[in-house]
């Protein structure tokens, strides 16, 4: 039980719900209040981010698999749309949802072999077809652009209303996240999500009551996919360009290490590590180069001294060994 | 039909890089008991060290093998210290989050101080073809096999015929019971980690010496190759590891044959898969200590 926990369930309801509109009235009124484009696109890059790290949450933090290439869900989407819009002319509005099933349906591709496998097995393979997308997009010669990528994304219209500004793209993304946030934390409630935490606290347990863990595996990991591809067809009109080396593995690190510095199995937590992570970039930019060393000696630190993350639950799974097995015999550890 | 033959060739001469690379990791998954993403970073920073030795005392095979081996050893400690020591009783991927993040340290501190660039490294052994016709094979490939099969035979006495051998394989066997033995269990946890991270130096330096190049970036791939052959023997088991490399090689090398070179990587991840798909637990005989 976290403190965050305590304090939620602490909190009447009514309560909740007005801190929660309240929040969600202040970030639609945040670029009347700081009409600054250099904040809005700091802003842009939280709230797509914050969908990136919580769709990777769903798959690290709720059933527990381990996915280290979450940057090549996100790079389908991207692509995915850019390819719908530049060479289709689709419009947005409808690339939108079609990149996320594309990124959903290679989730289940990526899935579909692992499902018997565990932990090292799967993150590897993960991390290889993160990498694998991304050079089959960098050698697709005409169709993908090649190593030149593609340009001139057109922007989405609704009606007639250009939608070209950071200010618009900050309205797209906050309604993406919320309806993420909103959708996941039903879904974490229900049925489907219980079984997913079940697989993540023992799967042998939650397969003799009856869970089809390989199912809700492969559901799991195409809900994850899918969240990333929305992001990543959000993030190509708002961009305009993209090429295969934006979707590199450090990509991958980078929204890994807002889940774990957040903390994994948390609604709040990706949330309060993408805002970190973005603050600390822009505060590091003027010594860019050290960006990922500092992620890296953060992810060090947190598995160090706080493995759950900033807002996880002590009790977790997530949590070092001689936490959670507080009062029993220190081997029980090992058996994980 | 003589291009298929020096395919395989090179096929083979590349298999035992990654034969070498795969030998070092099982070496080291077997030892310490945790899965490490480390080994392509520890394979680059060998790579990088013989450079600095080949440009400092000249082209000497010899001491490029000392300097890469001695310089993975020694970054061998760094991520014991780092990943390993505190995480025995933890659960396991606190160590491997935790191998991540010094996988990303020490890939950008090197792209930072030594560079991000290509360094050429070249002409460390003269460029000789033996053969007949177009197929043959180069000096560099005669070396190249040569070094990897006599370290192999000299860690394979290493393990069989010292008493150092007999205690990793005790410590890699079980840690509980080599303990009740009196050995001390973390020297020798920690000696496995170096040797193992140093063979992946040298094959770092072998590769390096083969394409006659070398980049910040390179540890990415390799120590997904590594992985790769290393699961054919269920990531304990050396022999079917350095088999797994030798078949990666030349699996990878035929397989360019049939689409451009740009696709390297790609056999690589299919085998993984292939391997994955119909012998998840690899060919190891002995129960050893899973991942």
Sequence with gaps: MSYADLILRKTPAWLKFALLGGLFLFLLAFPRIYPKSYAMGVMCRILMYTILAGSLNVINGYSGQFNIGHAGFYCVGAYCEAILATRFGITFWIALPLSGIAAACVGLLVSLPTLRLKGIYLAIVTLGSSEIIRLLFLNGNDFTGGPIGIKNIPSPYIGSFKISKSVHFYYIFLFLAAIFFFLTYRIIKSRVGRAWVSIREDELAAKSLGVETSRYKASNFMYGAFWAGIAGAAFAPYFKFISSDMFTLDEGF??????????????????????????????????????????????????WIRPQGLVGASNSILASGRIRFRGRKKSAGETK | MDYYLSQLINGICQGSIYALMAIGYSVVVGVVGLVTFTHGEVIMLGAFASYFAFQIFGNNLFLGIVASFAASAFIGIFVYKVCYERFFDAPRHISLICTIGVSMLLKNLTQIFIGANNFPLLEIIPNRFFGWGTVGVTLVQIIVIVTVVSLSLLLFLFFNKTRWGVMLRAVS???????????????????????????????GMLLAIYYQTL????????????????VLGGLTDVPSAALGGLCLGVIENLGITVSSASFRDIFAFIFLLLVLLFKPEGFARKKGVRP
Excluded: H
């Design chain 1, 254 to 303: 980078n929204i890994l290490s807002m889940v774990i510095i957040g903390g994994q199995g948390t609604l709040i937590g990706p949330i309060v590590g993408s805002i970190i992570v973005n603050f600390l970039t822009e505060f590091l930019r003027p010594i860019s180069q050290y960006r990922l060393v500092v992620y890296a000696l953060l992810i060090i630190v947190m598995m």
């Design chain 2, 173 to 203: 066997q079980d840690k509980k019971a080599a303990a009740l033995m009196g050995i001390n269990v973390k020297l020798t946890t920690l000696a496995g980690n170096c040797i193992g991270c140093g063979l992946g130096g040298i094959a």
């Design chain 2, 215 to 230: 980049i910040a970036t390179m540890g990415g791939s390799a120590g997904m190759k590594a992985f790769s052959a290393s």
